[in-house]
T-cell receptor, first 113, second 114 residues
Framework: DAGVTQSPTHLIKTRGQQVTLRCSPK?????VSWYQQALGQGPQFIFQ???????QRGNFPDRFSGHQFPNYSSELNVNALLLGDSALYLCASSPPGQGFEQFFGPGTRLTVL | GDSVTQMEGPVTLSEEAFLTINCTYT??????LFWYVQYPGEGLQLLLKATKADDKGSNKGFEATYRKETTSFHLEKGSVQVSDSAVYFC?????????????FGTGTRLKVLA
């Protein structure tokens, strides 16, 4: 049983560009959450998707947007990249009815130059 | 708002030493509590969890007890190994209706020397 998968593994962009990160949840999971982990810090909640809608959002600007597809996979989009967006972006999935239990993927390392 | 406070690292121990990493939290109601471990270059792995007061989570020799009276969830291991070297994160999941996000501490780096 594959766990949570994310792509790409690493990404380098320049300021002002746009980026899309992808996440496939664990089999049978229907909820996907995204987190940003800056170097040396704990992960910060960006938003969570359930039934193809954003269920909750953290303190991130509108430049951060997402989408969930009917197969429960998800994308995170970041527009107008800033140097401060450089971080490890983690995706986590949860099984039905158990929103408290989150399983994390390996992350995508985004570097903004 | 809800928050998690962890002891600052790095923590450096010799192999077979006793480990304690302190974690305290502030939350409305009774959150679920978690410890995650992150090895270099990897994502987060769930180490253990506790969902109500006095619950003890345990895994791979690590233990933590949910203490409501002291709002704490300290991580302990009786005898650490070099392979335990990693960053450890304490996290809470609030139980308020409609709130599903995890709130993490800043992490504690553990280095175990042979």
């Amino acid at each position: 049983d594959a766990g949570v998968t994310q792509s790409p593994t690493h990404l380098i962009k320049t300021r002002g560009q746009q980026v899309t990160l992808r996440c496939s949840p664990k089999s049978g999971h229907d909820t996907v959450s995204w987190y940003q982990q800056a170097l040396g810090q704990g992960p910060q909640f960006i938003f969570q998707y359930y039934e193809e809608e954003e269920r909750q959002r953290g303190n991130f600007p509108d430049r951060f947007s997402g989408h969930q597809f009917p197969n429960y996979s998800s994308e995170l989009n970041v527009n107008a990249l800033l140097l401060g967006d450089s971080a490890l972006y983690l995706c986590a999935s949860s099984p039905p009815g158990q929103g408290f239990e989150q399983f994390f993927g390996p992350g995508t390392r985004l570097t903004v130059l | 708002g809800d928050s998690v406070t962890q002891m600052e690292g790095p923590v450096t121990l010799s192999e077979e030493a006793f480990l304690t990493i302190n974690c305290t939290y502030t939350a409305t109601g009774y959150p679920s509590l978690f410890w995650y471990v992150q090895y270099p270059g990897e994502g987060l792995q769930l180490l253990l969890k506790a969902t109500k007061a006095d619950d003890k989570g345990s895994n791979k020799g690590f233990e933590a007890t949910y203490r409501k009276e002291t709002t704490s969830f300290h991580l302990e291991k009786g005898s650490v190994q070099v392979s335990d070297s990693a960053v450890y994160f304490c996290a809470l999941a609030p139980r308020t209706s409609g709130t599903y996000k995890y709130i993490f501490g800043t992490g504690t780096r553990l280095k175990v020397l042979a």
